[in-house]
């Protein structure tokens, strides 16, 4: 076996085990997502992390009829 080749079959096995690990985060993401006891974690009916289901006063909720989630037009000054 050349020196070329050794060295292919190194990367393949470092690439087989970052994907390896790639997948051991995507699941585990995943099962946190879907409690709601993890802190930023998505509540799988509203897509919304659970800190996003409070609303202060004079707010209408998310979930209200009537709320397009439109942004008001930027005031003359503002700039990008």
Avoid: C, F, H
């Avoid at 879907?34 to 930023?40: E, L, N, W, Y």
């Amino acid at each position: 076996m050349t020196e070329y080749e050794r060295e292919a079959d190194e990367l393949q096995e470092r690439s087989d085990k970052l994907g390896e690990e790639i997948a051991d985060v995507r699941e585990d993401w995943e099962r946190k997502k879907a409690d709601d006891m993890v802190p930023g974690a998505q509540n799988p009916e509203t897509g919304l992390p659970p800190e996003a289901n409070y609303t202060t006063s004079g707010d209408t909720p998310p979930e209200a009829p009537g709320n397009d989630s439109e942004l008001p037009p930027p005031e003359p000054d503002e700039t990008d």
